[in-house]
C-alpha cells in the first residue's frame, strides 16, 4: 500500500508537470502565431497607409506648393522624432565623423524623394506614380552591384529591363489623360525611385562600416533617421522660400494632409515597418512592399476617380516581375 502509495505520488507530479509543459508549448505556439497575424497585420496596415499617401499627395499638390508641402511636413515629422529618440534613448548624440554621409543621405532620402513624389503627383495621376515607385527594389538591386560591389547577374539585367518596360507602359498607355504632363510626372517619380534607392544603398555601406567598427559607438535605427531627416530637411526650407507658401490658402482639408504624411505615413509608418523587421526579418517584411502599388491604385481610383485599365495591370505585372527577378537567388553549382 505505501508502496502503491508512494508510486503514484511519484507518477502524479511527474504527470502534471509534463501536462504543464505540454499546455505550455501550446500556449507558446498559439502565442506565437497570434504575435505572428499582428505583425503581418501591421505590416499590411503600413503598406495601406503609404500607399494612401499617393492620392492624399496628389490633392496636396495640385493645388498646393510641392516643396512647401514637404518642408511643412518635416516640420512636423522632426521634432516628433527628436522627442521619440529622447525619450527612447535619453541622448542626441551623434558622431560628427558622420554627419557629412548623413548630410548625403538626407539629401537623397528627404530633399530630393520629396520634391520628386510631390512634384511627380502633380503632373501625373496619383495611380500611375504609385506603380512607378514600385521598380524601388530593382534599382536597389542594380545600385547596390556598383556600390556594393554585389553581383550583377544577366537575372538583376532581366529584372531591370522588366521594370523599366512597365514605366513606359504606364507612361504611354495609361487611361488618365487628364494630368498636366504624364511623362514628366512619371519621370520625376522614377527620379525619386532612384534617389532612394541610392539612399537604401548608402545607408546599408554605412550600418556595415559602422557595425564593423567594434571600437566606435554603435547608432541607433531611429537616430540615423532623425538626423537624416532634419539634414534633408534644412535643404527643403530654401527651395520652400521661393515658392513664396504665405500667397496660398490652405485649410483645413489642406493641414489635415499634411498631418496624415507626417504622422501617420512618415512616423506611424516608420514603427510599424520597424517592429515588423525585428520580429520576422527584413526579407519577409520587405515582401510586403509590393503591396503599396496595389493601395496606391485603388485608393487613388476610389478617392480620386482615376481611371483602371488592362495597361495598369500589366504595368504592375511587368514592375513586379522585375522585383522578383532582382530578388531570385542564385544556387551554388553544388547546391
Known amino acids: 500500500m505505501v508502496k502503491s502509495q508512494a508510486g503514484c505520488l511519484a507518477v502524479l507530479p511527474l504527470k502534471r508537470n509534463t501536462e504543464g509543459v505540454t499546455i505550455s508549448a501550446q500556449s507558446a505556439v498559439v502565442g506565437g502565431e497570434r504575435q505572428s497575424w499582428a505583425v503581418y497585420g501591421g ?10 499617401a499617393w492620392p492624399v499627395g496628389r490633392l496636396l499638390a495640385t493645388t498646393l506648393p510641392p516643396v512647401s508641402i514637404a518642408a511643412i511636413r518635416y516640420a512636423i515629422v522632426i521634432p516628433v522624432l527628436f522627442a521619440i529618440l529622447w525619450f527612447r534613448e535619453g541622448s542626441f548624440k551623434i558622431n ?12 537623397l532620402n528627404t530633399t530630393l524623394y520629396q520634391i520628386f513624389f510631390l512634384y511627380g503627383v502633380k503632373y501625373a495621376a496619383a495611380s500611375d506614380d504609385s506603380l512607378v515607385i514600385g521598380i524601388g527594389p530593382v534599382l536597389i538591386a542594380i545600385m547596390a552591384s556598383f556600390v556594393l560591389k554585389e553581383r550583377l547577374t544577366w537575372t538583376k539585367i532581366l529584372g531591370f529591363a522588366s521594370g523599366l518596360a512597365g514605366i513606359i507602359t504606364i507612361s504611354i498607355l495609361s487611361p488618365n489623360t487628364q494630368v498636366l504632363n504624364r511623362p514628366l510626372g512619371v519621370t520625376l517619380v522614377f527620379g525619386g525611385a532612384a534617389a532612394y534607392a541610392l539612399y537604401t544603398v548608402l545607408l546599408r555601406r554605412f550600418l556595415s562600416k559602422n557595425r564593423a567598427d567594434n571600437n566606435g559607438p554603435q547608432q541607433s535605427s531611429l537616430s540615423i533617421l532623425t538626423w537624416i531627416s532634419l539634414f534633408g530637411w534644412f535643404f527643403l526650407i530654401p527651395f520652400s522660400l521661393i515658392e513664396l507658401p504665405w500667397t496660398y490658402i490652405w485649410d483645413a482639408g489642406s493641414w489635415l494632409g499634411i498631418l496624415y504624411l507626417a504622422i501617420l505615413s512618415t512616423v506611424v509608418g516608420y514603427f510599424l515597418y520597424i517592429e ?9 517584411s520587405g515582401v510586403f512592399g509590393n503591396l503599396v502599388p496595389v493601395f496606391g491604385v485603388l485608393t487613388s481610383f476610389l478617392l480620386l476617380s482615376e481611371n483602371l485599365s488592362p495597361w495598369t495591370a500589366a504595368s504592375f505585372l511587368l514592375i513586379f516581375a522585375g522585383v522578383l527577378l532582382v530578388n531570385r537567388q542564385v ?5
Open 43 to 52: 505590416l499590411v496596415l503600413t503598406m495601406f497607409i503609404w500607399g494612401l
Open 96 to 107: 560628427r565623423s558622420w554627419i557629412p554621409t548623413l548630410v548625403v543621405m538626407g539629401i
Open 276 to 284: 515588423g523587421v525585428s520580429k520576422i526579418g527584413a526579407g519577409r
Open 331 to 335: 544556387k551554388n553549382s553544388g547546391s
